[in-house]
């Protein structure tokens, strides 16, 4: 019975529960994934600044602000089939491998970019140019609907689990400095070319950038090499078959490596509901205040406000650069203290200030306007720079992808995508131009809601996954510690047994700080 006792109650690390981080791999794996979204975002970029122009192109017998709508419809479109896109290559990637699903989702990104720019007009076949941009869309978000999921994943299992938060910050750094080249490139021809040269062939150069970014980014996708928490998975499984006498904890990880994507999905809805409420929430907060700022915020200044169009272009170019100057800052400091103090106190703030500070943005000229959008950038870097590192600890490594990938696309597809198209439409009929304002303070109310029920991961393994530390010498520390603090308990257990207190076996006990090293089920 003592025994029983002490094993139960001194449950340590061994050398092979955690990981060294290999570097380079580690390198290649951020800069691969992040140029992932490098690319998709330039796309988005460019879409979103010339999307009066392509109202011109494509819808040109509407009025300008049906233009505007028509073009954000198509937008929006894309986001439609993101689902479909997760619900095919998440539970794929689960299976297969997350590397060989990200290099196909880069080529479809990186053709149906490309296409985009050869496109011809509605003057030159009429109906068939619009259905031919939604064609293009439509593949775009079916590729989307696998990339951020899996590059997030992907990250997030190849980062030591200490600097999480700041590996995983690169992904949306490159999702900033993709939208910024897009919509500066988009900034520099608004300057150099007339409006007439613009709406003949100017707005088609930066869709034509869009294939050699995807060749590179392909490039270095084919040179990367599994994660390590799916080959630990893979490997246990192999090493139970070999045996031939699997335990039924090996025997359950067999029975999920072996099922069908259907399984993967039933199992992620009804055993894993909790988490998917809480990703949906925290996607909503990010998304909505992310394409409020990068699609809908320069359309709405020249539109709307009446700015020109290269003062709204600069302006969000700026709140961008901002972003970028300070997103890995903040995956730092989650890292530090914690990812749901950032969504916290982030959802609260855009909650509190979001009607003050589009008042500030409708005050023309340049200085309270640029407040305005300065303030905008830095509620949304609170939760750029902390959802990579967040969303895919709420995920067991056998269905992190999966997961990640419905509840993810789900949320965008109902409220980040479908922004741009919902703020203008309310604007152009209630013509309230602080309608945009409202609808961040739901997005933020809804997110600090989600982030209450957020369980901290900042520091801990993955659900499932081995502990993850930078170097052997960490590794050996971390075990040190871990051994040392079983022998405290198991010699606490010793005493309250001298003393003629009997603890139970399977009450829980707290595991004080080691209890960030240990292995999470």
């Known amino acids: 019975m003592v025994r029983t006792l002490l094993r139960r109650r001194k449950k340590s690390l061994s050398p092979d529960d955690v990981k060294v981080a290999d570097k380079p791999a580690v390198r290649r794996a951020v800069s691969a994934a992040a140029l992932g979204n490098t690319m998709e975002w330039f796309d988005f970029g460019v879409y979103a600044y010339v999307a009066a122009t392509l109202g011109k192109v494509f819808f040109p017998s509407s009025s300008p602000g049906a233009q505007v709508i028509s073009t954000f419809a198509t937008f929006a479109a894309a986001f439609v089939v993101r689902p479909l896109g997760g619900l095919v290559f998440g539970p794929l990637g689960d299976r297969v491998g997350r590397q060989k699903v990200l290099a196909v989702t880069m080529i479809m990104m990186a053709i149906s970019t490309l296409a985009v720019g050869f496109l011809p007009g509605y003057k030159s076949i009429g109906l068939a140019a619009p259905i031919l941009l939604l064609l293009c869309r439509l593949v775009q978000g079916f590729s989307t609907g696998g990339e951020y999921a899996g590059a997030t994943t992907y990250i ?5 689990d200490r600097i999480r938060g700041f590996l995983g910050s690169w992904l949306d750094f490159g999702t900033f400095v993709g939208y910024s080249l897009g919509s500066g490139m988009v900034t520099v021809l608004t300057g150099v070319l007339s409006e007439d040269q613009m709406v003949d062939w100017g707005w088609r150069i930066p869709f034509y950038v869009a294939g050699p970014l995807g060749l590179i980014g392909l490039y270095m996708r084919l040179r990367l090499d599994e994660t390590p928490a799916f080959q630990e998975a893979e490997e246990r499984g192999r090493e139970a078959v070999a045996r031939g006498g699997a335990t039924p904890e090996e025997e359950e990880r067999l029975e999920q490596a072996r099922m069908s994507g259907k399984g993967r999905l039933k199992e992620v809805i009804t055993q894993h509901w909790q988490a998917m409420l809480v990703c949906i929430g925290l996607v909503l907060l990010y998304n909505v205040t992310n394409y409020m700022v990068t699609s809908y915020l320069p359309t709405y200044m020249s539109t709307t406000l009446g700015e020109p169009d290269l003062t709204a272009q600069l302006l969000v170019l700026g709140t961008m650069v901002l972003v970028v100057l300070t997103i890995t800052a903040v995956g730092r400091s989650s890292d530090r203290y914690g990812r749901r103090p950032l969504f916290l106190w982030g959802g609260a703030a855009m909650v509190v200030f979001s009607v003050p500070v589009f008042q500030l943005i409708r005050q023309g000229g340049i200085i309270l306007p640029a407040i305005g959008c300065a303030i905008l950038g830095l509620f949304l870097v609170c939760f ?40 203008s439409a309310l604007v152009n009929t209630t013509g309230n131009e602080l309608v945009p304002a409202y609808y961040l303070m739901a997005a933020g109310a ?27 010498e960490e ?18 257990i010793w005493l309250q047994l001298r003393r003629g207190h009997l603890p139970h076996p399977h009450l829980p006990h707290r595991s004080g700080k080691s209890g960030r090293q240990d292995r999470q089920d």
Do not use: C, Q, W
Request: a positive charge; charged letters at 20%.
């Open 156 to 160: 997030a299992e190849y980062s030591p």
């Open 384 to 423: 750029a720079g902390t959802s990579a590192a967040t969303l895919p600890a709420l995920f067991p490594t056998h269905l992190r992808y999966g997961g990640l990938s419905l509840a993810f696309n789900f949320s965008v597809s109902l409220f980040g995508g479908t922004t741009p198209l919902v703020a």
């Open 446 to 472: 809804i997110g600090v809601v989600s982030a209450l029920f957020l369980r901290e991961t900042a520091g801990k393994p993955l659900r499932g996954s081995s502990a993850m530390v930078e170097s052997e």
């Open 475 to 492: 590794a050996r520390e971390m075990v040190a510690r871990s051994r040392t603090h079983a022998g405290r308990r198991a010699r606490d």
